[in-house]
């Protein structure tokens, strides 16, 4: 198994602040996973594609659901096709080998050059999904007993495994992690952000959406904020729809692309109707 260690930097679309680059970097030269977590729409998943691309790496994805087992991420035997076969069909069943699929894991495992490993939101699985991983992902390697053969890491890859927090992970899995906390962008980090998807965005157009965008995630009684994706939707929903920067600070166009419960949707309107000048503080501008 040979390991490389390639320094990442962000990527032309996606910045990465110097903490985050630094624990990347740590995980790739360690071999470690590198477990990602921040509140939804803070880049998780996206960082996964962005050190591919940057590394110029193939990016493999394993979408885990509640469902999940990590015996999927390994192989799958296929004894319902086999039995099939051996009943209607004329291939030889008893090369069990054509039976077995290899999963994400897998996948990663026989991979000719490095790849990026995405195993993404682990927590929607059971408490022992990630348990049941750690050898794997130890030893780069697993067993198939039904063809007597180890699959060994031709290379280790580069493992990016993220959650949303909605269960707490095994401390023996943790151990064997490098830990992030994205932390929500603040208001230049955003500008940053969006410059790499506006380069030419009016700048009061910008200013004035960011003003916007921060006072409705500063307003205790949302259930769910809106998320940098929803600010970089909204922008798009604004440019498309030539809406004058003066007519956001008033009410607050397209609102249904940053709010999607009707319950923040009512907060909202709740807070402008009880602010004495019936429009937002100014929290941005400080």
Request: charged share 25%.
């Amino acid at each position: 198994m040979k390991t490389t260690f390639n320094q990442f930097y962000g990527s032309a679309t996606y910045i990465a602040s110097q903490e985050l680059q630094n624990s990347v970097n740590v995980a790739i030269a360690l071999g470690k996973p590198l477990l990602i977590k921040g509140e939804p729409g803070t880049g998780k998943t996206m960082l996964a594609q962005s050190i591919a691309d940057a590394l110029g790496k193939r990016l493999i994805v394993w979408n885990i659901k509640s469902t999940t087992k990590a015996q999927e991420g390994l192989y799958v035997y296929d004894t319902v096709q086999r039995l099939y076969d051996s009943q209607f069909g004329d291939n030889d069943v008893s090369d069990i080998s054509r039976y077995i699929k290899l999963g994400k894991l897998g996948e990663a495992f026989v991979s000719e050059d490095q790849v990026v490993l995405l195993i993404d939101e682990i927590d929607k699985a059971d408490l022992e999904f990630p348990n049941d991983l750690l050898w794997e992902l130890d030893q780069m390697s697993f067993y198939i007993p039904e063809t007597k053969q180890t699959i060994q890491a031709k290379h280790r890859p580069i493992v990016v495994i993220t959650s949303n927090a909605e269960k707490e992970l095994p401390d023996a899995f943790l151990r064997r992690c490098i830990f992030h906390y994205i932390e929500f962008p603040d208001a230049e980090r955003m500008k940053e952000i969006i410059r790499v998807h506006f380069p030419s965005l009016e700048r009061k157009l910008l200013e004035q959406c960011l003003e916007t965008f921060y006072w409705i995630r500063s307003l205790d009684n949302l259930q769910k904020k809106p998320s940098t994706s929803e600010l970089l939707d909204w922008l798009q929903a604004l440019v498309l729809g030539g809406i004058h920067p003066q007519r956001i600070g008033e009410e607050i166009p397209f609102l249904g692309v940053l709010l999607k419960k009707n319950q923040d949707v009512d907060a909202l309107f709740w807070n402008l109707k009880n602010s004495r000048s019936g429009r937002k503080p100014s929290f941005y501008s400080r």
